[in-house]
């Protein structure tokens, strides 16, 4: 595989290079069923918002990739133009929302531009935002600066945290005006993956009667993405239950670092396990298991605490989409589906309880951890205690010294008292040693995760054309376990930001 090296000249400036190739383009080869061809619609006089260096870096792009007048980046991931390679599509898709089959949904503002050779592996670009497709039904094929700031910064920030993330290379912005509740304006994200395939493609073939296109997908995917499942004798089995284990890996990253998705449509889930497609997500100020941040989710489907059991809901639907593929009796078929789901189960529970063993510090196993483990957390939601900075201040616990900073976050001190006797307790069953505790916890408890108010605060400056604020939150998220140098990025929510919505429009 052949990736174009930097040239740099003795006097150090950089020869005209070729833009990255080659492009591959695999998708493109599954056929006519499965996309739309078609070149994305750019913005008018676009500018640069951001860009993310350690996604390019991953590329292995030049760190001047942005800036280089005959590549035409600009242009490009504003949907001006294309590069060398490129073979820009929507693609099909159904899907299930709020657990109602929804039909034919689709890339409705979302072009493939290819996929191109990386020293990851081939990754997949894609423009949000670049107009109209086949897709679009009753949308614009838009979105807003504001949820492009928050997806471009929650995508890096993810990855930051180490979470299996659809990755954001750029974000550019134009005057082009765009209609939500109010008038706003126009931008695009440039969002980078080893694929953007979701259960949702897997439904569309299913429920439209397309066996013979779902099994060419289903092929191509285990021989891009599983080819271990190969060797399985119901490979179609393996690989669902591959998806189960990497999906319920992806709850017990939300739910330890408390990041409600908002969306869990089978549409918006990857068939990689990545969180995809950043709406009214928000992370967890204050603990309400029961949060809901999407305020269109009038049951509460998609609350906080749901997440994980909502994904195994979709995972049914995957499951129910892959029937066409397998040989033999429906029941014994659904049987060999429900059989590779059912290791969701223990890889959750055992995911989320080392994650949170490793929040507190715990190195050794014991019985009573689930309870000590439950118990923090109920404390924690019936005093509504910051999410981040409760575990963060847990870790500088020692037992010489007050804990003052973090009691101010628990209202029944009592029985915090109590519960910290018996953490103290368990510490000392393990011979912890404070310093280390305290350096092992604040490499997996994030200092900044990026609550909506930061969010917020880099949306209106950007809005105001000022953008140095969006620059800066993102080096801040890329080293979320970091104390920042500005305390008020890990602080508590002020004031102004508890009457924030988060709009679902975007
Ligand atoms: P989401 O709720 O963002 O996951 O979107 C669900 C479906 O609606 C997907 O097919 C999107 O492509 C489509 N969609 C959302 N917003 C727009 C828009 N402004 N224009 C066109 N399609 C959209
Ligand atoms: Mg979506």
């Known amino acids: ?42 913005m008018p006089a676009p500018t640069w918002l951001a860009q993310s260096a350690a996604c390019a870096e991953q590329l292995g792009w030049p760190q001047d990739w942005w800036q280089r007048e005959d590549w035409q ?29 929804a039909g034919q949904l689709g890339d409705g503002r979302a072009h493939l531009l290819g996929e191109v050779a990386t020293p990851q592996g081939p990754m997949e670009i894609q423009l949000k935002g670049a107009g109209l497709t086949p897709y679009s039904r009753m949308g614009d094929g838009r979105a807003v600066l504001r949820s492009s700031i928050r997806e471009f910064l929650c995508s890096e920030a993810m990855a930051g945290l180490g979470i299996p993330t659809t990755r954001a290379l750029a974000l550019t912005a134009s005057r082009l005006p765009v209609r939500r509740e109010s008038l706003e304006t126009a931008a695009i994200v440039t969002r980078v993956a080893p694929s953007f395939i979701r259960f949702g493609h897997f439904e569309h073939f299913a429920h439209s009667d397309q066996h013979a296109e779902l099994r060419r997908l289903a092929d191509f995917f285990i021989q891009l993405h599983a080819p271990e499942c190969q060797e399985a004798e119901s490979p179609y089995a393996a690989l669902l239950e591959k998806i189960a284990k990497q999906t319920a890996r992806l709850m017990a990253d939300w739910q330890a670092v408390g990041f409600c998705h908002g969306v869990m449509n089978t549409d918006n889930m990857s068939m990689l396990g990545l969180t995809l497609d950043y709406g009214p997500f928000g992370f967890m100020d204050g603990f309400d298991p029961g949060h809901v941040c999407n305020h269109s989710d009038h049951q509460g489907r998609y609350a906080f605490a749901r997440q994980p059991n909502m994904a195994f809901w979709n995972l049914h639907a995957l499951a129910q989409a892959f029937m066409p593929l397998m040989p ?110 305290a350096a092992r916890m604040r490499a997996v408890n994030p200092a900044v995760v990026l609550r909506n108010h930061l969010a917020e605060v880099a949306i209106r400056q950007a809005r105001a054309g000022d953008f140095s604020e969006t620059e800066r939150l993102l080096k801040v998220l890329q080293h979320p376990f970091d104390e920042p140098e500005r305390p008020s990025d890990a602080a508590l929510p002020p004031d102004w930001a508890q009457t924030l919505e988060v709009s679902c429009s975007s």
Do not use: C
């Open 1 to 42: 595989m052949h990736i174009s090296p930097a040239i740099v000249t003795a006097s150090g400036e950089a020869d005209n290079l070729a833009t990255p190739s080659p492009w591959l383009n695999r998708f493109a080869s599954l056929g006519p069923a499965f996309f739309t061809e078609l070149a994305p619609q750019g």
């Open 73 to 101: 980046s600009l242009q490009v991931f504003s949907g001006n133009t294309l590069w060398p390679g490129m073979q820009p599509m929507a693609t099909v898709y159904s899907g299930h929302q709020f657990g109602v089959w």
């Open 328 to 437: 033999g009796a429906p029941e014994a078929a659904g049987e060999t589906l429900l059989q590779a789901l059912e290791p969701y189960k223990t890889e959750f529970a055992e995911g989320l309880l080392s994650r949170m063993r490793a929040k507190l510090g715990l190195q050794m196993q014991q019985q009573d951890d689930r309870s000590l483990i439950d118990d923090w957390l109920k404390l924690m939601a019936s005093s509504r205690a910051d999410y981040t900075q409760s575990f963060r201040r847990l870790s500088a616990l020692t037992p010489s010294e007050d804990p003052a900073q973090l009691r101010d976050l628990f209202i029944d001190r009592e029985a915090l008292g109590a519960w910290l006797q018996r953490y103290q307790a368990r510490l000392q069953a393990e011979n912890s040693r404070d310093a280390e505790r």
